[in-house]
Nanobody, 116 residues
Framework: VQLQASGGGLVQDGGSLRLSCVAS????????MAWYRQAPGNQRELVAR?????????YYADFVKGRFTISRDNAKNTMYLQMNGLKPEDTAVYYC?????????WGQGTQVTVSS
């Protein structure tokens, strides 16, 4: 599985961005996909996750609940992260992640910078 993330950029406090992650390769084996982020000096942390089930079950970290929305378009093998109400503390490199039964895949990361 290969992952290509895009959509990062520079926005002001309170602004919005939409990240995209296109999956290719053996995508049928993907169990769930997720967004992680890593700020300088910090560990990589889970932002949101969406399962490959009929309901598209989602999970959000507390620090993004009510502001971020994860979604997917199976026809396009694409996952999205709509980020509203961005704060300076959301500044980080955002990584796309996909998991199969046996493997864990990462995209290259996209920088999100929120200015105050």
């Amino acid at each position: 599985v290969q992952l290509q993330a895009s959509g990062g950029g520079l926005v002001q406090d309170g602004g919005s961005l939409r990240l995209s992650c296109v999956a290719s390769g053996d995508t049928i084996r993907i169990i769930y996909m997720a967004w992680y982020r890593q700020a300088p000096g910090n560990q990589r942390e889970l932002v949101a996750r969406i399962q490959d089930d009929a309901d598209g079950t989602t999970y959000y970290a507390d620090f993004v609940k009510g502001r971020f929305t994860i979604s997917r378009d199976n026809a396009k093998n694409t996952m999205y992260l709509q980020m509203n109400g961005l704060k300076p503390e959301d500044t980080a490199v955002y990584y796309c992640n996909a998991r199969t039964r046996n493997y864990n895949y990462w995209g290259q990361g996209t920088q999100v910078t929120v200015s105050s």
